[in-house]
């Protein structure tokens, strides 16, 4: 190994290392990436493509999700995305939501069963698609109360609003990805600002 090797990838440092995902903040996130805004993509559109997801994704054993309960997960992701975008920048969402998402949670009662080492732990595989939808909502709870609910967000691109994990030291980033909505957001604000400047000028000619 060359000197130039060991600088382009150094021993990472105590203190220095990059958060990595907790596997509650992962399901949290893959939830909310069923819906790919972007691309007008929806895993939980129909019934079908939910309990596909379900069982790969939560290992679910139970019977298919009716049409109800399909757009009941909808409505419950919806509520997730604000949630997290809400602490991610400081809006909070209009109220009418946040009473959607409120009506939405009580149908998810989270489920909890001793694990062997005494603590509390989610029942698994889940049964019923409440239950498995009632531990996504353990999740969030959970999450919550860990450092690493700062670094779950939404991208701020309004038209993305990807959910990611930000492992970045100073878990300041705003968007999905730097080359897709960074650079994105950054020539809006920039065009704007060309806007206005020039609307400056022309009513100082005027
Ligand atoms: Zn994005």
């Given amino acids: 190994m060359t000197p130039g090797d ?28 069923t819906r790919d805004i972007d691309q007008g993509q929806d ?6 493509g939910f309990d ?3 069982r790969q994704e939560r290992a679910f054993t139970g019977p298919s999700p009716s049409e109800e309960e399909t757009e009941a997960a909808r409505v419950l992701r919806e509520g997730f995305r604000d949630v997290v975008a809400w602490h991610g920048q400081g809006d909070a969402p209009p109220a009418q939501e946040l009473d959607r998402l409120n009506a939405s949670l009580v149908q998810y009662p989270v489920p909890f069963v001793v694990s062997p ?21 353990a999740d969030v709870a959970l999450c919550q ?30 968007w999905c990805s730097m080359a897709a909505c960074g650079n994105r957001m950054k020539a809006r604000r920039h065009r704007a600002r060309r806007r206005s400047v020039s609307v400056n000028m022309d009513q100082k000619e005027r």
Wanted: charged share 20%.
């Fill in 43 to 48: 895993v939980l559109k129909a019934p079908a």
């Fill in 117 to 137: 080492d005494g603590f509390l732990d989610q029942p698994q595989p889940a049964r019923t698609v409440a239950d498995a939808l009632g531990a996504l909502v």
């Fill in 145 to 174: 109360a860990s450092p690493a609910w700062a670094r779950v967000k939404v991208c701020q691109n309004p038209a993305c609003r990807w959910a990611y994990y930000d492992g970045s030291h100073s878990a300041t980033q705003k």
């Fill in 6 to 33: 060991k600088l382009k990838a150094p021993e990472p440092k105590r203190g220095d290392l990059v958060a990595t995902m907790p596997a509650r903040a992962d399901r949290i996130i893959g939830f909310l990436n």
């Fill in 52 to 54: 596909a997801w379900l």
